[in-house]
Each structure stands twice: as structure tokens, then as C-alpha cells.
């Protein structure tokens, strides 16, 4: 069970921190998730600030909340955790899969940074977490 634990509270962990940091306005790595960030920055200002800070708190808690099932079995987080890690590994998986498609030259490539991140960078972590999620509650039922 550590390794699925790991997996899911690194890949998170690193999500969150990300949009944490970016929201309290760094700019580091910030061009391989998309130009359109840069866009919205520039229309909304302070406001993609809040909305990146309340997204890194949303990642950063459903991170932390599924290792409360370790001690004490709640079938809501257990459900939201059961399908929060299906759709980050669907997602995950198939925006990853599309991003190497675009950076082999099989779907149009707009931006290779915004593609790298896809490809290398973003939906992979989506999918590791996914993965490492389902196992850890796959065991918490299991271990009932």
C-alpha cells in the first residue's frame, strides 16, 4: 500500500504546489501548460491569481483527505476518491497520449512547450496520481 500512497500524494503534492506557486505569481514552468494562461492573466488579472490558489488547495485536499481511509472507512471519500482516480487516470492517460501524438507529429502541434507539458510533464503526473489513487483505495476495500 506505501507504493500506491506515494505515488498518488508525490504526483498530487506536485500539482498542487505548482498551482499554488502559481498563483501566488510565479511564472516558472507556467508556459508548458499554455498560452491561454497568459491570456486569461492578462484579462482577469488578480482573479486567475484566487482561481489558481483555490485549485491548489482543491488538488492539495484531494491529496491529503483519501489517506483518512486508512484509519477510519468513510464510504463518501472512499466513492469521490474511487472516482477522482478514474477520471485522473482517463484523463490523464488520454490527454498524455494525445500530447505524444502531437509532439510526433500525428495530430497538429500548436506550441511545443504547451505540447512537452502534455506529453512529459502535466498529464502524466494527472496519471500517475489516478494510478496510485485507485490502488490505494483498491487495498483500503480490500484490507476491510
Known sequence: MKKYISLFIIAGSVHALFSLYWGLGGEAGLITVGSWVFTLSAQFGIWINIALLIIGVFKFLATIVPLTLTNHFDKKIYIISLIGSIFLMIYGGLNMIIG???????IENHNYFTTFGQAFVWDPLFLLWGIGLFGYVMKVKQNR
Do not use: A, F, S, T
Request: aromatic content about 0%; hydrophobic content about 55%; charged content about 30%.
Open 100 to 106: 505524444i501524438l502531437k509532439m510526433c507529429e500525428v
